[in-house]
T-cell receptor, first 114, second 113 residues
Framework: NAGVTQTPKFRILKIGQSMTLQCAQDMNHNYMYWYRQDPGMGLKLIYYSVGAGITDKGEVPNGYNVSRSTTEDFPLRLELAAPSQTSVYFC?????????????FGQGTRLTVV | AQSVAQPEDQVNVAEGNPLTVKCTYSVSGNPYLFWYVQYPNRGLQFLLKYITGDNLVKGSYGFEAEFNKSQTSFHLKKPSALVSDSALYFCAVRDGEGFKTIFGAGTRLFVKA
């Protein structure tokens, strides 16, 4: 059981380039989340999804897009990379029973924009 | 809106001594409260949660936390710290009626041998 898998683990982008951070979970969880982690700032919620075809903005959505075509996958898209998007990105998932449990996290993607 | 505050950037404690990592929260409905731990270059790992019931909840690795509704706090505690407890600790809150989990800024725990 792989849990939550993020790819790539590391990436360096040039300003203005685009990329997609991949996130996949094999636990049949309905809820999925993208967070970014900056030093001293904790985790900030970028986007989340409560099921296939349903997404919503979190605390810091500007500069990002998401899609949720399947239960398993929740990719995060950066269209025009900016230095302010240098961060560590974490994907997380939860079962459909909102009361039940804690979130399961991926190992993170460290992104540097230069 | 939900919010979480962890007032201490770092907590230093000697091995064998008790530790406390503080957390206060704000939500509009009934809170679901969580503590997570992060080791270097790793994702977050769940420690414990409060959903309802007994205000003192026990979790992994000997950690416990006390829910205090009147003070809107959920402090993490351990009776005897280990050097291996040194890590970054995050408090998180989810509104019981909602879907979003909001995290605090994190507190770095340093346990000295």
């Amino acid at each position: 059981n792989a849990g939550v898998t993020q790819t790539p683990k590391f990436r360096i982008l040039k300003i203005g380039q685009s990329m997609t951070l991949q996130c996949a979970q094999d636990m049949n969880h309905n809820y999925m989340y993208w967070y970014r982690q900056d030093p001293g700032m904790g985790l900030k919620l970028i986007y989340y999804s409560v099921g296939a075809g349903i997404t919503d903005k979190g605390e810091v959505p500007n500069g990002y897009n998401v899609s949720r075509s399947t239960t398993e996958d929740f990719p995060l898209r950066l269209e025009l990379a900016a230095p302010s998007q240098t961060s560590v990105y974490f994907c997380a998932s939860l079962p459909g029973d909102r009361e039940a449990t804690e979130a399961f996290f991926g190992q993170g993607t460290r992104l540097t924009v230069v | 809106a939900q919010s979480v505050a962890q007032p201490e950037d770092q907590v230093n404690v000697a091995e064998g001594n008790p530790l406390t990592v503080k957390c206060t929260y704000s939500v509009s409905g009934n809170p679901y409260l969580f503590w997570y731990v992060q080791y270097p270059n790793r994702g977050l790992q769940f420690l414990l949660k409060y959903i309802t019931g007994d205000n003192l909840v026990k979790g992994s690795y000997g950690f416990e936390a006390e829910f205090n509704k009147s003070q809107t706090s959920f402090h993490l505690k351990k009776p005897s710290a280990l050097v291996s407890d040194s890590a970054l600790y995050f408090c998180a809150v989810r509104d019981g009626e909602g879907f979003k989990t909001i995290f605090g800024a994190g507190t770095r725990l340093f346990v000295k041998a």
